[in-house]
């Protein structure tokens, strides 16, 4: 199923979160509207943009999310951004960011 477009209070926000006004997002965000994943994805945008997220909680909460909706525009892009932070900040490394491969079974 595809995803509507952002509503324009939702792209506002959006707009708000990259000219880099935190503030005024916030406060929109703050503001009310109906709560779901796109709310909820500009949240998490917001957090890791102004630095009060996290990288390494951003990756868990945004993978929480694409679970629930993974159809969800933006969210993968987002994912991957906040992957590389993590990574970057050395507060991830693909040990932690991928399960181990199954052990094979011994040969006799």
Avoid: C
Avoid at 29 to 41: C, I, K, Q, S, Y
Wanted: charged content about 25%; aromatic content about 2%; proline content about 10%.
């Amino acid at each position: 199923m595809p995803d509507d477009p952002l509503s324009p209070q939702l792209a506002h926000i959006d707009a708000l979160i990259e000219a880099g006004d935190f503030e005024a997002a916030r406060a929109a965000l703050a503001g009310g509207g109906t709560p779901g994943p796109r709310v909820e994805l500009l949240r998490i945008k917001l957090g890791l943009a102004d630095g009060s997220l996290p990288a390494e909680l951003g990756v868990q909460r945004l993978t929480q999310l694409m679970r629930k909706d993974p159809h969800l525009e933006g969210a993968k892009e987002l994912y991957q951004r906040a992957a590389n932070d993590a990574y970057a900040q050395r507060r991830s490394n693909m040990a932690h960011s991928h399960p181990p491969p199954a052990d094979k079974p011994r040969s006799k």
